[in-house]
């Protein structure tokens, strides 16, 4: 079921949205001081390419850097994520059997405003707690 998911969010919504995480993983990584975001964009973009599958996770470790960089992140580029995320759930909440990949664009909104801090891991992973 989860590959049958993938490949229909994969034509509807997942390559554009991977896209935009891309092309701001590029712009991050073209100016030196913001490779970080980038390198977290570029994960992301992974992540919503094929979400079904994979969750997204808190680290407890991450330190104030990681705050510090997220606030500058949601400035310049979380919030426009995470309105490509919005108005593409919306739009395929429009149809029964794009609810699922409605509610999947909307479990991606978090992770597009706060990147850093996150780890995208397997929901089958034997790990011993979610935090």
């Known amino acids: 079921m989860k590959l049958l998911l993938n490949?229909?969010?994969l034509v509807l919504c997942g390559f554009w949205m991977a896209l935009g995480y891309a092309i701001a993983g590029i712009v991050c990584c073209i100016l030196i001081i913001t490779i970080p975001f980038g390198i977290a964009a570029f994960r992301i973009a992974a992540y919503a390419l094929w979400?079904?599958?994979r969750t997204v996770v808190r680290?407890?470790?991450a330190s104030a850097a990681s705050l510090v960089g997220n606030i500058i992140w949601l400035v310049v580029a979380g919030v426009w994520l995470a309105i490509g995320h919005?108005?593409?759930g919306i739009a395929l909440c429009c149809t029964i059997i794009g609810i699922?990949?409605?509610i999947a664009n909307f479990k991606l909104i978090p992770v597009s405003l706060l990147p850093l801090?996150?780890?995208i891991v397997p929901t089958d992973a034997p790990y011993p707690a979610r935090y």
Do not use: V
């Open 117 to 119: 801090g996150a780890e």
């Open 100 to 102: 699922p990949l409605g």
């Open 86 to 88: 919005l108005t593409t």
């Open 7 to 9: 490949i229909i969010w």
């Open 59 to 61: 680290r407890p470790d």
């Open 51 to 53: 979400p079904f599958g």
